[in-house]
């Protein structure tokens, strides 16, 4: 006898959802550097650190952004309890992409607004011609630094239209990111972080985030007419 229900294949897509969503999440830790970033952890002074080794270095970012995953994870599981207690459908892909977000996000513009060593003395910089710093970068073989702009907003892209249904289209996708790569520039600037404030940047920004989020595009296709963040019906005993 066929047990099988309509619940089983929303199930099956959530799962899917969730497996990708997370091996996401692992591919923008790995992108780190899988090893060179491990040796460079290691190699941080351990004994007694100040503060400014745990929140000021790209060593303190990645060790805290790998020892965040358990709790990232904790978190995920008690909102979806929560919300699973309640009725409320798609508990667990929602819980993952609010989480994801935050946690795929905070750490690439944590490293973005890191401090040059002229940080408060240096005046701002700022690069508009597009493209410019693009080719430079390319023409020194310093492929890492455009990965790494392409993942700063990447788990936005990829995760918030799988939760917020309004934000399920890529021109709205690209328009936040462009705005959210626009106010960390302006920071960068406004702070004196010894940083240039490249449009080339937020170009990078903005493309990672609008890739991402067609990676993602057949799933918050399926769910974006859906009131996923509604509870169910509560059945009454007698009728």
Not at 92 to 118: H, K
Not at 126 to 145: H, K, Y
Request: net charge positive.
């Amino acid at each position: 006898m066929d047990h099988s229900t309509p619940l089983s294949a929303h199930a099956r897509r959530t799962r899917r959802i969730t497996l990708v969503s997370l091996a996401i999440l692992g591919m923008a830790i790995a992108a780190f550097g899988p090893v060179d970033a491990v040796l460079r952890i290691l190699s941080m002074p351990m004994r007694r650190p100040g503060w400014h080794v745990w929140v000021n270095t790209f060593n303190g970012v990645a060790l805290i952004t790998v020892a965040a995953l358990p709790l990232a994870a904790l978190v995920v599981w008690a909102l979806a309890r929560r919300r699973s207690a309640v009725g409320i459908t798609s508990a667990w892909r929602m819980s993952l992409a609010e989480v994801g977000i935050v946690y795929g996000t905070v750490p690439w513009v944590w490293i973005t607004m890191l401090p040059g060593e002229g940080a408060g003395v240096v005046p701002g910089r700022v690069s508009l011609v597009p493209l410019r710093d693009l080719l430079t970068i390319l023409a020194d073989g310093a492929t890492g630094q455009i990965v790494g702009n392409l993942l700063v907003f990447a788990a936005l892209g990829f995760l918030a239209p799988l939760r917020f249904a309004a934000l399920a289209s890529v021109p709205r996708i690209l328009a936040l990111a462009a705005g959210c790569s626009v106010l960390v520039e302006v920071a960068q600037y406004v702070l004196r972080l010894d940083r240039v404030s490249s449009v080339d940047d937020v170009l990078l920004n903005t493309a990672g985030a609008g890739l991402a989020a067609l990676a993602s595009r057949r799933w918050w296709r399926a769910t974006a007419g859906t009131s996923s963040d509604r509870p169910r019906p509560v059945p009454v005993p007698g009728r």
